[in-house]
């Protein structure tokens, strides 16, 4: 455990070796301050990581994640992300990013109680309720599951478009748009669900807010 341990701050230093072998003014570039183009909302799950994934260096993407890549309109810290992204760093992407094998997705699928946790599945359980009809009749376990992470993303790109942040920056006539891809933990590849939004008409109508 020790051992583990410290390898993590021997990794950091030969990773700090690596990124100012060629390129010394690496880390004071970054320190002048940040304007990265895109937020990432993905999935907490280990094997996702955002800019590995897309192959963006530091300074290059602004990250939140949680289990299940959950876009919940009361969580102030998602809120706050998406306030800061939109309206103080100025992004023109947001990509909600969910993976096939999700366990906070598979948990969604059950019944059984697994603890505290059972409060923020409830919110995955509601999209399965919307798309019930569609799921059920998929026979395949694996194919229900893969298609309900897809659902899941599609739902959460609906949610950020409700928000009142993203509605206001639209309004404004900020360039901005979001996007919805699964990521396949088998292989590597995202898959992009073009479901990309720019605009609130493709929201109920309820939820079209006007300024
Ligand atoms: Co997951």
Redesign the pocket.
């Known amino acids: 455990m020790e051992k583990f341990y410290k390898q993590l701050i021997e990794n950091n230093r030969e990773w700090v070796r690596s990124k100012t072998e060629n390129d010394p003014e690496f880390f004071s570039r970054l320190a002048n301050g940040q304007k990265p183009p895109l937020l990432w909302i993905g999935?907490?799950?280990s094997r996702?990581p955002a800019n590995e994934v897309i192959g963006a260096q530091p300074g290059e993407v602004f990250v939140h994640r949680n289990?299940?890549?959950m876009v919940v309109h009361s969580d102030m810290n998602m809120l706050s992300v998406l306030d800061f992204a939109v309206n103080a760093l100025e992004i023109q992407h947001v990509i909600v990013c969910?993976?096939y094998g999700?366990?906070?997705?598979k948990a969604a699928m059950d019944n059984r109680s697994i603890g505290l946790i059972d409060n923020w599945i409830r919110h995955i359980k509601d999209v399965y309720r919307f798309h019930h009809k569609e799921l059920d009749v998929i026979q395949d376990d694996k194919e229900r599951f893969n298609r309900f992470v897809e659902l899941n993303v599609i739902e959460q790109v609906h949610d950020l478009a409700k928000t009142s942040i993203v509605q206001n920056a639209w309004n404004k006539g900020q360039n901005l748009m979001l996007h919805g891809w699964v990521y396949d933990v088998k292989d590597g590849l995202v898959k992009d669900l073009n479901i990309s939004l720019k605009n609130n008409k493709s929201l109920a109508e309820v939820y079209q807010l006007e300024f």
């Open positions: 999935c907490a799950d996702v289990i299940a890549n969910g993976h999700c366990g906070g997705v």
